[in-house]
């Protein structure tokens, strides 16, 4: 299985700072069709986990763009450019290459 | 607006079955990909199950492989799984959800399964 590891563990952030959590693959992502299959979630207390990126780094819809997605070979960035109290919650990398699709461990994000 | 309405989530005991399902609306559902995700609380989420368009592919996570069932009916727009021989492991809340290319575009708002005697 292709397994993916976040990093950090949790995160607390000043309103209006930036954040950036890391995840990484232990293969490449890369599909046969071009695209690279890593995605974001956001999951908040009491409710099911929200898409926010796919593909690297195509927001969703309704998704602002303060959240961002990058890549460097197997290495993949969320960046959120200023934080807003509305982005607390636990955020987790998926991959999407090879079944089964696999999450990362997930990076709680609190506010100060 | 993407809706997928789940019921079946229910006490269980271990050795025993249940069915989850999965209402879909809002898309056109034989037109996708469908996915099964499990959730243990405090833990990240684990998928467990998907089905092509027509029912005709199905793959499984290794742990419930030869357990566990997906289907679905396109005629009723529905998604189902089966699980049988539930195991305390099992104890998780259930989504149904709807990809987008190989991402998990929309959830179910979940089915709670508790296996314990």
């Known amino acids: 299985d292709i397994l993916v590891t976040q990093t950090p563990p949790s995160l607390s952030v000043t309103p209006g700072q930036p954040a950036s959590i890391s995840c990484k693959s232990t293969?490449?992502?890369?599909?046969?069709?071009?695209?690279?299959?890593l995605s974001w979630y956001r999951q908040k207390a009491g409710q099911p986990p929200q898409l926010l990126i796919y593909?690297?780094?195509n927001r969703f819809s309704g998704v602002p763009d303060r959240f961002s997605g990058s890549e460097s070979g197997t290495d993949f960035t969320l960046k959120i450019s200023r934080v807003e109290a509305e982005d607390v919650g636990i955020y987790y990398c998926m991959q999407g290459k090879q079944v089964p699709w696999t999450f990362g461990q997930g990076t709680k994000v609190e506010i100060k | 607006e993407v809706q997928l309405v789940q019921s079946g989530g229910d006490l269980v005991q271990p050795g025993g079955s249940l069915r989850l399902s999965c209402a879909a609306s809002?898309?056109?559902?034989?037109?996708?990909?469908m996915t099964w995700v499990r959730q243990t609380p405090g833990k990240g989420p684990e998928w467990v199950a998907h089905i092509n368009q027509d029912g005709s592919a199905t793959r499984y996570v290794a742990s419930v492989s030869g357990r566990f069932t997906v289907s679905r009916d396109n005629a009723r727009n529905s998604l189902f799984l089966q699980m049988n021989t539930l195991r305390a492991e099992d104890t998780a809340v259930y989504y149904c959800?709807?990809?987008?290319?190989?991402?998990?575009?929309?959830w179910g708002q979940g089915s709670l399964v508790t296996v314990s005697s």
């Open positions: 593909e690297v780094s």
């Open positions: 959800v709807k990809y987008l290319g190989r991402a998990f575009a929309s």
């Open positions: 809002g898309f056109s559902f034989s037109s996708y990909w």
């Open positions: 293969q490449s992502l890369l599909e046969t069709d071009g695209k690279t299959y």
